[in-house]
């Protein structure tokens, strides 16, 4: 079964999806079978695609009118489209950039695995660049991670309250600003 989805970025009524819809209707997807959104592709919370890929069966083909309609993040596109393929469910886009991309044909999923490949890339250079970065920043003399809560002179105060039996351990945190388990830590 053939099922559609179709997304507008603005619900303000400026952006229709008829294109999209008529579009669908001609690849032989059943009207009643087209999922819809008027959000932003970047959102990760879609109720329309939620919808869609959990009426997706196996066997079943996810058709989109262009790639950037079921997303922007290359990332999420990879991500769904693989779970597509591990349930069963083909992919097919009619138009645009990635109208090749049929996931039910041999060279559909050449072009996929091609994106998918460039996907991995990109992450692994984001990786090295960060490692980068971190290795950078040290040589400098500047360590990741949180700021401590207490200066030096704060924690030689606390040993000292501390090792005085009579201290009110809910005092001395009031006293500090700082909670128990920062205390102890």
């Known amino acids: ?13 400026s952006q229709v999806l008829d294109l999209q ?21 970047t959102l990760d919370s879609r109720p329309g695609l939620e919808a869609c890929l959990k009426a997706l069966r196996k066997g079943d ?46 060279s559909g999923k050449l072009v996929f695995g091609i994106f998918a490949a460039l996907a991995e890339f990109e992450r692994d250079l984001i990786r090295e660049r960060t490692k980068a970065g971190l290795a950078a920043a040290r040589a400098r003399g500047r360590t990741g991670g949180r700021k401590f809560a207490l200066t030096k002179s704060q924690v030689r105060l606390a040993q000292a309250a501390m090792n005085n039996r009579d201290t009110q351990v809910n005092e001395l945190c009031k006293e500090l600003g700082i909670t128990r388990a920062t205390l102890y830590r």
């Open 1 to 13: 079964m053939l099922i559609g989805y179709a997304r507008v970025s603005k619900a303000d009524g």
């Open 21 to 41: 819809k008529d579009a669908l209707v001609k690849a032989r997807v059943d009207e009643q079978q087209i999922y819809h959104d008027q959000a932003s592709g």
């Open 61 to 106: 083909i996810l058709v989109v009118w262009k790639l950037d309609r079921l997303g922007r993040d290359l990332r999420h596109l990879v991500n769904t489209v693989q779970d597509l393929s591990d349930r069963g469910i083909g992919f097919r886009v009619l138009t645009g950039q990635g109208a090749d991309i049929n996931t039910t044909s041999a």
